[in-house]
T-cell receptor, first 112, second 116 residues
């Protein structure tokens, strides 16, 4: 079935380090792909999205490129800040479905 | 603009007691509504979703039920809580076929439930 796989955390980085959080997916069709961020004690917020192959989603310095050939949507940021500490969820949605399918989440901890 | 409310924000309940969590959406009509549970340190589990008033789909068999008495209201309930019902409950909504055809899902602030 359709699924999303994320790298396990926690990911611990120093401030200004480069971030990559891996996400791969399995889908029977052509999904839209999303990254959500969850700050401590809060709900999820949409961080960025991409709807078709080779699209690049970007927001707040984060980027992810929809790679159909590798079925991946890795999240990257060139220089992380302490305020980026949160849990990051990768998700997919097929047009034919009412549901989003989420990965298990990756916790990011950025140290000063 | 669209907003989504959940209450209460936190709740501590004894085992065997009933539960009612409420979610309301403003600024939109006929949304698809969702209930998720997030256990401590874990990912999201979809519990229920609703495409319209009185229409509920259950994703997993469990001790919980959901109802949608109005277009913008989604309620999560239980007659008798279990310890395993503890978690962070998130309500979400989506409008299919929105701008540029991207079906984004928006989340409420969540309710943290502790069953003792």
């Amino acid at each position: 079935g359709d699924s999303v796989t994320q790298m396990e955390g926690p990911v611990t980085l120093s401030e200004e380090a480069f971030l990559t959080i891996n996400c791969t997916y399995t889908a029977t069709g052509y999904p839209s792909l999303f990254w959500y961020v969850q700050y401590p004690g809060e709900g999820l917020q949409l961080l960025l999205k991409a709807t078709k192959a080779d699209d690049k989603g970007s927001n707040k310095g984060f980027e992810a490129t929809y790679r159909k050939e590798t079925t991946s949507f890795h999240l990257e940021k060139g220089s992380v800040q302490v305020s980026d500490s949160a849990v990051y969820f990768c998700a997919l949605k097929l047009d034919s479905s009412y549901k989003l399918i989420f990965g298990s989440g990756t916790r990011l901890l950025v140290r000063p | 603009s669209q907003t989504i409310h959940q209450w209460p924000a936190t709740l501590v309940q004894p085992v065997g007691s009933p539960l009612s969590l409420e979610c309301t959406v403003e600024g939109t009509s006929n949304p698809n509504l969702y209930w998720y549970r997030q256990a401590a340190g874990r990912g999201l589990q979809l519990l229920f979703y609703s495409v319209g008033i009185g229409q509920i789909s259950s994703e997993v068999p469990q001790n919980l039920s959901a109802s949608r008495p109005q277009d913008r209201q989604f309620i999560l309930s239980s007659k008798k809580l279990l310890l395993s019902d503890s978690g962070f409950y998130l309500c979400a909504w989506i409008i299919l076929g929105g701008l540029a055809g991207v079906n984004e899902q928006f989340f409420g602030p969540g309710t943290r439930l502790t069953v003792l």
